[in-house]
């Protein structure tokens, strides 16, 4: 993106910008205090806030037990565990951190736990049930087959990977998590997350390349 | 294809409604649980025998904690040096030598009689045993 000096910006052009900057403030923390304000109706065992929760933070919970199981029921049963441990432990959360974060670490141990079972992760590694009913959301066909090929090719590599490190690689390139945030959530060190993605990628670029020739 | 390329092209993924569906009804039946067992504990809260057990079950448990932390102790019974012939109790004791005095002390009467010789090995017996319970209870007065 082009930087414009701050003196060619004309003076309506800058009120413009400022005006942009103070409405995407005001919704940020309108949002915020939305959050905070179903938290604490959740907490107190409010479904209709838990829902609105819910449906805030689906798409991260349900893409990690995806990607992770890639089993449409594996996925649904590990999602669905996250959920409710998130619900039967709302009482305790005490907001020093952030609602995400939190959320995030619940779904880190539960992932990790539901790994720990070695048969269930040989049995997926193969499974392509997956495929069946896939939807890339793209009109378009031959976005939708590239989207799909990606996919495919996504669920070989990562299935070749380590548990700890396809799900640093998970956090980090398909969830967009700071590094800051995957040490919190999985209570690694700093150091153990760069190292983990550093050899995630490593070996998965490797992979890709065997794969092409 | 490149990791890159692969990291492109793939795609969020929408959760099934059927998880939706899932998790609020099961947050509802974990509701309605946590809701029936308040409501349970709040009916026995206002019942006086409840309030007497859960008192009653919280000084035992401050007991527990305090013994168990060594900050009290019971008093240490003192150590048992009860021996086997102690076992006896007092009053079987005091009829077995009374019955036992009795018989030797007639069989003493009868020492110039025949049946003398027969019974002396009795007689030594029961009077040794009387010795020796004598002994163990602190004297020898036999």
Known sequence: MKVKNADTIKPVQRLHMMEKRAVAAREMSS??????????????????????????????????????????????????????????????????AAFSTWLYRITVNTTLNWRRDSMRWASLREDKSWET????????????????????????????????????????????????????????????????????????????????? | ????????????????????????????????EQASWLAAIGRLKSRPAFRATVALGACAAALLLL????????????????DAPYHLAYNEMDLFLEQTLGVVYEFKSMESSAEYQVDEDAARFINNQIETIYRINGGNNA
Do not use: C
Request: glycine share 4%; charged share 35%; proline share 3%.
């Open chain 2, 67 to 82: 013994v168990d932390s060594g900050r009290f102790k019971f008093a240490v019974p003192a150590p048992s040096t009860t």
């Open chain 1, 133 to 213: 009913g896939f939807h890339s959301g793209d009109n378009n066909p031959e976005r939708a087959l590239m989207a799909l090929e990606a996919e495919r090719a996504l669920h070989k590599l990562l299935g070749q990977l380590e548990k700890d490190r396809r799900l640093a690689f998970i956090l980090r390139e398909l969830e967009g998590l700071s590094y800051e945030e995957i040490a919190a959530s999985t209570g690694w060190a700093i150091g153990t997350v760069r190292s983990r993605l550093a050899r995630a990628r490593q070996e998965l670029s490797r992979l890709a390349e065997n794969m092409e020739k």
């Open chain 1, 31 to 96: 949002r915020m205090n939305d959050e905070s304000e179903h938290i604490e109706r959740a907490r107190l065992g409010d479904v209709e806030s838990f829902e609105w929760l819910y449906e805030r933070h689906k798409s991260f919970v349900w893409n990690v037990a995806f990607r992770m199981t890639y089993q449409r029921q594996s996925a649904e049963d590990l999602a669905q565990e996250v959920f409710l441990t998130a619900w039967r432990k709302l009482p305790d959360f005490k907001g020093t």
């Open chain 2, 1 to 32: 294809m490149k990791l890159d390329d692969m990291l492109r092209n793939v795609k969020r993924f929408d959760p099934p409604e059927t998880l939706r569906e899932r998790v609020m009804a099961q947050a509802r039946a974990h509701r309605a």
